[in-house]
């Protein structure tokens, strides 16, 4: 098959697979008790991670590729005229050796890595590149696929003709149209940008590894609840340093650190660590090749009959446009920099009356001040808060909700499916009448070998055309672990986040399309958040915070004054996160948009003179600056981390489609999301599978007032 595998950060695409015939090892097709090799005998079908070592990829993927040429071969070679069986349905039943490798692979580089999985992964990441060339710039192939497109309008469904259209785009976009020595430089390009997309994420990962921060003496505790403090305890034995407490760069580590800390001088340092990710000037510094990433991108484009990389990326979008992008970015962000303006005269008068002394705060000051107003406005502080929202806790909110909208059952299904980390654990998903639906696995705290960050991926799909196959998905987290015998407290972002992802898998769990290359979160990117995104919606209802946000030692229910101050402060310094979002998406969306960057371009300096440009407030740094951005660098979102932004119109305004009924969990809204928005997948337009849940358009309007913006006033 020629479709997406799904990787890190929520939706990564892996590198479009190599020569017509690359180096093979010898011992590529020697089977050596490889689990790769052999029928599936494990409950549902699940990889065999209780078999599976580092040794056994190498030769899988030379002979998944191996497979995977011979099918594509008869398939372009084929004597019949061509048809939708004998050559798209053909490539949809091709390849199937490759996916379940690539699969299983490229989650191992993002969950669980080790020095042998990055080797293999530095290896295969040009080959597989060059091997997704081979095909879709294969011209007899292609002759066949566009001879189908032309007469696509007599096939037998609209799916058929959305899969056509959809192959035939890919073609096209991926230089199917070009003159040989213009096909040579884009596999060439390809082939550089996996490496380089590889070296980045290596080199964010060791330099994320490498910092620790050693809270030693009381003093480096100030001002840290308990909660923090049983948390750094095992964040540093799982370090190598038991007995001590230490701050990682994990989100879950750092940002209650910054927020909680009294101690200026210990926030500034875990600021920096976790600024300066990827910007050190030493051995891990990741500027060059974000530049480099970006000219070749540029260089592509332009090959490709693109003004630059970003109109490339976003003809095949809802926003189709660099200009539909900005409209929306900038009209959010002059509301958000000036709630940003009034709240940051706010804190600073509240730091001069606590005894600060300068006349501006630095950045490693905004978190803790803004947790100091919220505690005063809404007289909510988060040790009294955070022993309500246990991991578990949250883990069976999200299944209830899902159970509520759309019938679901979780089945827990410990020992019975091999995992890959004694971290993981897997449920069985049901039907409300006892069908499998499919498996997902959790994956939910930080460590060395994994990835920051937060996502979603599959191990398979859900597919009618080979044998009904049915979604395997997991959900990757970075919590920081409470010490044995204590929960893992979360605090409200925490668990908007674990809901975020959940929707992620429920869009590939519940897919139910005919052709696997339109399932699950194959869709365009500024698409695919809207799912995960409308699924947070649920955590904030009072319906499902009363039931679930209990105290992990007591079990007693939140009190109502408890809950009433939680939801008041649900969009406290809303300014704050939108700016920090917003820049990364600015940045992101101005460094695609440019035609004429010289090689070797100064990335730091292009983010210097970026941020200035829109008037980036000095208090606040971007989310993700480019050094370590790791969605737009080694991920699917480059000119595409505006997504996120473009889906929260969908769902500040598609979550009122509930609320309009009075009822959270109206039978017939949540029918229509199922059936159009998670089940649908890439089977019709975006745009329409909306109207088709929605009735109408988005209100654009909804985004500002869910954010709290619309005002012009702050929650603060």
């Not at 926003?319 to 409209?327: G, I, L, Q």
């Not at 920051?452 to 597919?463: C, I, K, L, P, V």
């Amino acid at each position: 098959m020629i479709r997406t595998a799904l990787l890190a950060l929520s939706v990564c695409a892996l590198p479009l697979a190599v020569a017509a015939n690359p180096a093979q090892p010898a011992s590529a097709t020697q089977a050596f008790s490889n689990p790769f090799f052999e029928a599936k005998t494990t409950k549902f079908g699940a990889p065999a991670f209780d078999r599976i070592r580092p040794a056994h990829f190498r030769p899988a993927f030379y002979e998944g590729m191996r497979q995977h040429r011979v099918e594509i071969e008869a398939i372009a070679n084929a004597k019949a005229a061509p048809t939708f069986d004998n050559t798209i349905l053909a490539m949809e039943k091709a390849g199937l050796m490759l996916d379940d490798v690539s699969a299983v692979f490229f989650n191992m580089t993002s969950a669980n890595s080790n020095a042998d999985i990055r080797a293999i992964q530095r290896e295969m990441g040009p080959v597989l590149a060059a091997h997704s060339d081979s095909i879709r710039l294969n011209p007899k192939l292609f002759a066949r696929v566009q001879a189908v497109y032309d007469k696509r309008a007599s096939l037998r469904t609209a799916e058929q003709r959305r899969l056509v259209e959809r192959v035939y785009q890919g073609f096209v976009r991926s230089g199917a149209k070009l003159n040989p020595a213009q096909k040579a430089r884009v596999s060439e390009i390809n082939q550089r940008l996996s490496t380089l997309s590889t070296d980045f994420s290596q080199k964010v990962l060791a330099d994320t590894n490498q910092f620790a921060l050693v809270l030693e003496t009381d003093a480096d505790r100030a001002g840290l609840p308990q909660f923090f403090l049983d948390a750094a305890l095992e964040a540093g034995r799982a370090r190598g340093m038991p007995g001590k407490h230490v701050v990682t760069l994990s989100r879950s580590s750092v940002e209650p650190f910054l927020e909680l800390s009294t101690n200026r001088a210990m926030r500034e340092k875990a600021w920096r660590g976790w600024v300066l990710r990827g910007d050190n000037n030493d051995g891990e510094d990741t500027k060059a090749i974000t530049s480099e990433i970006v000219t070749l991108r540029q260089e592509r484009a332009a090959i490709l009959g693109y003004e630059h990389h970003a109109a490339f990326t976003l003809a095949d979008t809802m926003a189709k446009t660099p200009a539909n992008v900005s409209a929306l970015l900038n009209g959010v962000w002059e509301p958000a920099k000036a709630a940003v303006t009034r709240d940051a005269a706010e804190y600073l008068a509240l730091a001069k009356s606590q005894g600060f002394e300068g006349d501006k705060l630095e950045p490693w000051d905004w978190r803790f001040y803004a947790e100091q107003k919220r505690r005063a406005k809404y007289d909510l502080n988060e040790d009294e808060v955070k022993p309500y929202f246990s991991l578990e806790a949250m883990l069976d909110a999200q299944f209830w909700v899902a159970n509520q909208l759309f019938g679901l059952t979780f089945k827990e299904v410990t020992g019975k499916v091999p995992v890959y980390h004694p971290d993981v654990r897997v449920w069985e998903v049901m039907e409300a009448d006892g069908r499998h639906i499919g498996l997902f696995y959790g994956d939910f705290f930080s460590r060395e070998s994994k990835q920051g960050g937060a996502w979603m991926s599959s191990y398979q799909g859900q597919d009618r055309v080979n044998g009904n196959l049915k979604p395997m998905v997991v959900n990757v987290l970075n919590y920081t672990k409470a010490p044995e015998g204590k929960p893992t407290l979360l605090s409200y972002n925490d668990a908007e986040t674990l809901f975020h992802e959940f929707g992620h898998a429920l869009h590939g769990l519940l897919s139910n399309v005919a052709y696997p290359s339109l399932a699950g979160t194959s869709v365009s990117r500024d698409f695919v958040e809207f799912p995960a995104q409308i699924y947070e919606h649920w955590l904030g209802q009072r319906q499902v915070l009363e039931r679930f946000a209990r105290h992990s030692e007591t079990g007693a229910a939140m009190p109502k004054e408890l809950l009433d101050k939680v939801m008041a402060a649900r969009n406290h310094d809303q300014g704050f996160a939108t700016v920090e979002f917003l820049a990364s998406a600015l940045v992101d969306m101005d460094v695609h948009s440019q035609p004429n960057l010289p090689k070797g371009f100064d990335m730091g300096a292009f983010e210097r003179e970026s941020l200035a440009k829109i008037g980036m407030p000095r208090e606040i740094v971007m989310r993700h600056r480019p050094t370590h951005f790791g969605h737009i660098f080694s991920g699917g979102y480059s000119a595409g981390y505006y997504s996120y932004m473009w889906s929260e119109v969908l769902d500040a305004d598609g979550f009122r489609a509930f609320t309009e009924t009075g009822d959270i969990f109206n039978k017939d809204v949540a029918k229509r999301l199922r059936n159009f928005v998670y089940a649908g997948g890439n089977s019709r337009d975006p745009a329409e599978a909306y109207r088709n849940f929605r009735g109408r358009d988005p209100d654009p309007k909804a985004l500002l007032e869910m954010r709290g913006l619309a005002d012009g006033t702050s929650n603060n």
